[in-house]
């Protein structure tokens, strides 16, 4: 009877072990998912961040450009311009790195918010060049009418890229956000196993 009760617990102990390895697999992929979503965040943020220095770049290039052949400035003018476009720009840049060093420590937290944060400096920092663009070159280099109506179609134009900007980062947090579910059911499973349980039978069987 004694070795027909250890036989039962021995086997009962292979089971969970069986079964528990099973759940460490589970976790381990569990985990690498998880990875997988935080480096897609990662990648997006990266893609965003391009983004708003490609726009930021065109919207600047676009005003000198009109400027200087519509306006005919002078070379003096010009490097002016050039310098205020040079510090919006790098100013525009350390905004960008501190939203991304933001975002690096909220993407623990809620993938909706680092996305929002995101498309928010986006537009921030295409808003905050472009008007400091326009009124530069306004009081600066006297630009007429049909030039400052030109840096309009060109802020229309910038927005326009923005928001297919958010439209891609919401596409991108449906999909993020779905994942994150799934993970959060695969834990309550992993969650109704306790490891535990394995000690106390591995200590019954050396017990008996």
């Known amino acids: 009877m004694k070795k027909m009760l250890v036989v039962v617990v021995v086997v009962v102990v292979v089971v969970v072990e069986v079964t528990l390895v099973v759940v ?7 985990v690498k998912i998880k990875v997988a979503v935080e480096v897609v965040v ?29 306006v005919e400035v002078v070379v003096v003018e010009v490097i002016i311009v050039a310098v205020v476009v040079v510090v919006v720009v790098v100013v525009a840049a350390v905004v960008v790195v501190v939203a991304i060093a933001v975002v ?14 995101i ?14 663009v326009v009124v530069v070159v306004v009081v600066v280099v006297n630009v007429v009418v049909v030039v400052v109506v030109v840096v309009v179609v060109g802020v229309a ?19 993020v956000v ?5 993970l959060v059911v695969v834990a309550v499973k992993i969650e109704c196993f306790s490891p535990n349980l394995l000690r106390r039978l591995t200590v019954d069987v050396y017990v008996v």
């Open 42 to 70: 990662e990648v997006v943020v990266e893609v965003l961040v391009v983004v708003v220095v490609v726009v930021v770049v065109v919207v600047v290039v676009v005003v000198v450009v009109v400027v200087v052949v519509v």
């Open 104 to 117: 690096a420590v909220a993407v623990d937290v809620n993938v909706v918010v680092v996305i929002v944060v």
């Open 119 to 132: 498309v928010v400096v986006v537009v921030v920092v295409v808003v905050v060049v472009v008007v400091v």
């Open 24 to 30: 460490a697999v589970k976790i381990k992929v569990a």
């Open 157 to 175: 134009a910038a927005a326009v890229v923005v928001a297919v900007v958010v439209e891609v980062a919401a596409a991108v947090v449906v999909v």
């Open 178 to 182: 779905v994942v994150e579910v799934a």
